[in-house]
């Protein structure tokens, strides 16, 4: 799924469905998807803290998971690392890559 500083995954061109991952239906329309890239930029819908992680997790507590549009895709869910105090809505994130199958971002400065 990482390549070219961006997001490669599935887009339907029947009903504009995408999303990050190698699918072959559409779950909406189930027509044949074609796949896509998405560009490795984002803006950050809402985020969250994670203070008390789930079980396997707890080392890397306290972490950031964030609703991230990408610029041309589609929404999705990822870890902002680096950054834990500052966040806001609207900032905008870089793809980093994908660990322990959690997307990373990382703040534009
Ligand atoms: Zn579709």
Request: a neutral charge; hydrophobic letters at 35%.
């Amino acid at each position: 799924m990482v390549e070219f500083g961006g997001i490669k995954g599935s887009s339907c061109p029947k009903c504009n469905w995408s999303d990050v991952f190698a699918i072959d239906a559409c779950p909406r329309c189930q027509s044949p998807v074609k796949e896509a890239r998405f560009s490795g930029q984002g803006k950050i819908v809402t985020f969250t803290l994670i203070r008390y992680p789930p079980k396997g997790f707890e080392k890397e507590a306290p972490y950031v998971i964030a609703m991230i549009d990408l610029e041309n895709g589609p929404r999705v869910i990822g870890r902002i690392v680096e950054e834990s105090e500052n966040l806001q809505i609207g900032q905008t994130v870089s793809f980093l890559t994908i660990s322990n199958g959690a997307l990373e971002f990382k703040v534009n400065q």
